[in-house]
């Protein structure tokens, strides 16, 4: 088996019992959600490693570098900031940096401990939503004969499964976390296209989207656990 897969399977397995540790210390309901999510993640790996094609074409860390997959990670921040004003500047004129800012720092208080809060908004829960659409992606794709590669990424198959998956991501939050303000689900569905976009531009590495969605998520839980002062939030 590659190296690769098995660093894949202990990260699944450490997010796991992460979220097990959450079930039972901190938030049931929410604990128990990610937990399963990462046993899903975990068996399309094992799945698409023992089944399909045994060489799976997204994996984390799969070639790119890391400050490059930082850099990418950050510049792939910054892009979903503003792309997120534009679009919100269809429904509110007024919307703003700090509109988008607050509209996302809307991470709820698990437990008393900010520690733990910021840990599993701001790092685990971006790697296991990430890393699990990234290999439906891939599962979806693999039936209509599309490869995860930068060489497809204009086919309109590849970018119909992306826009479905983004929809399906912001419907979770609306079932699941029950965010229903029109803004924070545009920014939700904007994140995740730009993410699994990025998981075809680097050619099934999926740490650049990672990364992308861990900075997003932390400035977030940051902003939302430890920030003193309120950001101005104009659009419901």
């Known amino acids: 088996m590659n190296k690769t897969y098995f660093k894949e399977i202990a990260y699944t397995v450490g997010t796991f019992f992460w979220f097990l540790f959450v079930a039972t210390n901190v938030n049931q309901v929410l604990g128990q959600t990610y937990q399963g999510f990462t046993a899903l993640s975990g068996l399309l790996l094992i799945i698409g490693i023992a089944i399909f094609d045994k060489n799976l074409n997204v994996t984390y860390a799969k070639q ?37 800012l607050s509209l996302m720092a809307t991470t709820p208080a698990l437990s008393n401990s900010k520690v733990i809060n910021f840990l599993t908004f701001g790092l685990v829960i971006p790697f296991i939503e990430t890393t699990l659409f990234a290999r439906v992606m891939e599962l979806i794709a693999d039936r209509f004969k599309i490869q995860i590669n930068r060489q497809n990424i204009t086919k309109l198959g590849l970018i119909f499964i992306i826009i479905l998956l983004s929809i399906g991501f912001a419907l979770f939050h609306i079932t699941s976390k029950g965010i229903t303000a029109t803004g924070s689900l545009l920014i939700v569905f904007i994140m995740m296209f730009y993410s699994l976009l990025m998981v075809v531009w680097y050619n099934g590495d999926t740490r650049p989207a990672i990364l992308l969605h861990i900075f997003a998520n932390s400035v977030a839980s940051w902003l939302a656990l430890f920030s003193v002062g309120e950001l101005m939030m104009s659009i419901a």
Do not use: D, E, M, Q
Request: aromatic residues 6%.
């Open 64 to 100: 790119t570098k890391l400050l490059n997959a930082i850099l990418a990670g950050v510049g792939g921040y910054v892009a979903l900031l503003f792309t997120s004003v534009i679009v919100l500047r269809i429904i509110s004129p007024t919307a703003s940096l700090s509109s988008v």
